[in-house]
């Protein structure tokens, strides 16, 4: 039988929340899937840069399988989409069949998207006030949570199983909004993007690593 090679996956990050569950998820699916994630935070003009000049990751990149951008959308960030679009279509050439980009995003604050392992939920999100209440909720669940910590992001990462079905909730409370497909698609990444509706897409990767055990 021949031994099945496990997917490359670069993860980059922007906030150390996004960075400690990242390395949970490299814990827990190191059997199927090879999980890498530099030291700094940084997206897409980090990736750009470093699949250019790394040979890390330059060497690497014919046998990369896909690239995860782990961030959290914010109104201001609207403007970007063109500019960080044109880099996602760069990083997917670097590979002849074309590796796999994929946008983890969560609206506003990672902790939205912790608080999705528990509750099924979708305020708005914009001020800082906002945010510190979504923040208050997670710890509501688990009193020892801060951002960036290991400990405590592990705590709520093992409740993925409820967090994957409350993030699809999300996506699917948009489409009577205008949510162009329920696809992961440039255009429907487009319109979250650059919207201000509530929702995450971290539940597809976390689907795909899910998949690749089966």
Same mark, same amino acid.
């Given at each position: 039988?021949?031994?099945?090679?496990?997917?490359?996956?670069?993860?980059?990050?922007?906030? &150390?929340?996004?960075?400690?569950?990242?390395?949970?998820?490299?814990?827990?699916?190191?059997?199927?899937?090879?999980?890498?994630?530099?030291?700094?935070?940084?997206?897409?003009?980090?990736?750009?840069?470093m699949?250019k000049?790394?040979?890390?990751?330059?060497?690497?990149?014919?046998v990369?399988?896909?690239?995860?951008?782990?961030?959290?959308?914010?109104?201001?960030?609207?403007?970007?989409?063109?500019?960080?679009?044109?880099?996602?279509?760069e990083?997917?050439?670097?590979?002849?069949c074309?590796?796999?980009?994929?946008?983890l995003?969560?609206?506003?604050?990672?902790?939205?998207?912790?608080?999705?392992?528990?509750?099924?939920?979708?305020p708005?999100?914009?001020?800082?006030?906002?945010? &510190?209440?979504?923040?208050?909720?997670?710890?509501?669940?688990?009193?020892?949570?801060?951002?960036?910590?290991?400990?405590?992001?592990?705590?709520?990462?093992?409740?993925?199983?409820?967090?994957?079905?409350?993030?699809?909730?999300?996506?699917?409370?948009?489409?009577?909004?205008?949510?162009?497909?329920?696809?992961?698609?440039?255009?429907?990444?487009?319109?979250?993007?650059?919207?201000?509706h509530?929702?995450?897409?971290?539940? &597809?990767?976390?689907?795909?690593?899910?998949?690749?055990?089966?």
């Amino acid at each position: 039988m021949a031994r099945r090679i496990k997917p490359l996956i670069f993860v980059f990050w922007e906030g &150390e929340s996004e960075q400690a569950y990242t390395k949970y998820l490299k814990s827990a699916f190191e059997d199927v899937a090879v999980i890498r994630f530099p030291s700094n935070s940084g997206l897409f003009l980090e990736a750009k840069n470093m699949f250019k000049n790394s040979p890390k990751y330059r060497n690497n990149a014919e046998v990369t399988d896909e690239i995860w951008f782990f961030f959290d959308t914010e109104l201001e960030k609207a403007v970007h989409w063109e500019r960080n679009y044109k880099i996602i279509k760069e990083l997917r050439k670097l590979r002849k069949c074309q590796i796999k980009v994929r946008l983890l995003m969560t609206t506003a604050c990672m902790e939205y998207w912790m608080l999705l392992h528990f509750e099924r939920t979708a305020p708005a999100i914009a001020s800082p006030a906002d945010k &510190e209440r979504i923040k208050d909720r997670v710890k509501r669940c688990v009193p020892f949570y801060e951002k960036g910590d290991y400990g405590s992001t592990c705590e709520i990462a093992k409740h993925y199983g409820t967090a994957i079905e409350n993030g699809k909730w999300t996506l699917i409370s948009l489409v009577d909004d205008g949510l162009p497909t329920l696809e992961d698609t440039d255009e429907r990444n487009c319109w979250l993007y650059q919207g201000t509706h509530t929702f995450t897409t971290v539940h &597809e990767a976390i689907e795909f690593l899910i998949e690749l055990k089966r």
